[in-house]
């Protein structure tokens, strides 16, 4: 469930027909057309329908679900609109074998954007930093948006993009100790914002995330009635969401499969960071 | 990031790879094959690797989010096939504009799965109860399956096709109380389980679900590694998660929203009980 309902949910695709018919209604016209039922909003403070360009980029092999809480987030934000951005329409396949088709291209995509959003992977994440057209076009809408957004490693992927030099930040709890390369500063902590970039660390995180954008971007109010639909009352059945909670087992598992990634990551990021400087 | 690097992450997909890889190394061979690296499992407890089959249906207007809390935590267990299924493999259209491209048809989909998972939606559910493909394949499906499960409104969607007469769950909170339609007794818990029967509350509940399945099906030390991976230690920025912590202005609004909603699944919802029992 959507905190508006397919009509208001899809806010972002119908905006302009959501202010006819809110104008309709308040120039007296009975309601909108049969087909798109409009709630009365009568009562909806002002400042709570936006007009929010939102960009959430995806690229092979990255983590579903570091974009779609974030996702679910944004898409609540009537009157914004959020598209699913990669360098072509081509569907892409995340880490996890989801496929996705995006639902706008790197051209396609607005210069200005209000957020852009970047999620983390592992494998897809290098690939990403070893293309210069993806480090271009971060480059230019990280460089003009009003917030700019990752969650897991996707911060690594900002940080080549020379986004996050002398900003504090995080990551991926396996990798927040590379963001030394990008010239940030890592932060432990779930959510970092520094200035306009509000960095997440792993996976989950983007739920976080996401939702104190929801609260930047509206207002507290709004922010909470978003929760109360995504009923985002979390109760992990386990106590293991960090490295200070886990088992020590678990932990030396996962720093164990993580190393080689690390190695590369450290490597491809630097020469992507001296790259990007010059696109 | 996901709990096995692409490899692993994937292994729902290669594992017959795997397992030979696995083999050539109890054998005494080198490593796998140079494009595929196998990280060492030889310290891995030997219940770690499964060959789950899961099934996650999607349907047009449903929520992502529902869907992608437990794809993420599913596709981290190694050895499973997490499948996304939908009547045909026409990409699907989420209620949030999200366009997904399933990897199985109702046809594909294997007799016998491990798990049945079924996202929520508002709308795009009410149409999906409609349907009776959708009935007569969750009936078949959720007749068979180890376990069956659901997130936010899916549970509607179960009890549509009389998978929930008779046993405790529960659902997206503004929607719990329509459960006695079919023969289910409402709880107000995050996860509830009667048996094989995992239902979750709203949309973030998938989370919760999922983890606590990976329990069920691997063992609490697995569970707590993909935790881990995930990072799922939340932090929500807000209170506001369940109408009893939420400020009573944002509870009444999504209330009042949800009234046509509940109106439609109740005659809805009523009508597929009645007719999933001759399908």
Redesign the interface.
Known sequence: ??????DL??A??ISPLIAAASNARANGASDSAPDL?V?DMSGMPPGWMGSEKIAILIYP?F???DA??P??MF??LMGAT?M?VAKTHD?VTS???????P?ASFDECPEDLDILCVP?????TLAAMRDDVTLRFLKSRGGRARYVTSV??GSLLLGAAGLLDGYRATS????RALLPEFGAIPVDA??VRDRNRFTG?????G??LG??LV?ALRD??Y???V????????????D????Q???P???A??E??MT??LTEATKVGRDAFIRARAL
Do not use: K
């Not at 880490?95 to 088709?101: F, I, K, M, Q, R």
């Not at 983390?120 to 897809?124: E, F, H, L």
């Not at 660390?201 to 995180?205: L, P, R």
């Open positions: 469930m959507a905190l508006t309902r397919r949910a899809l972002g695709l039922p709630h092999e983590t579903a679900l779609l809480g996702h679910y898409t609540n959020t699913i569907p880490d996890a074998g989801l496929v996705l088709t639902s983390g992977g592992s494998r897809g897991c490693t991926h709890w396996t990798a779930r959510v660390a792993g996976v989950t995180a739920l976080d939702l104190t609260g507290r109010a922010a909470e009635a929760q109360l639909m995504a009923e985002y009352a979390p109760q992990p059945p386990f293991a969401g960090t490295p909670t886990a088992p087992e678990a932990t598992l996962l164990g499969m080689d990634f």
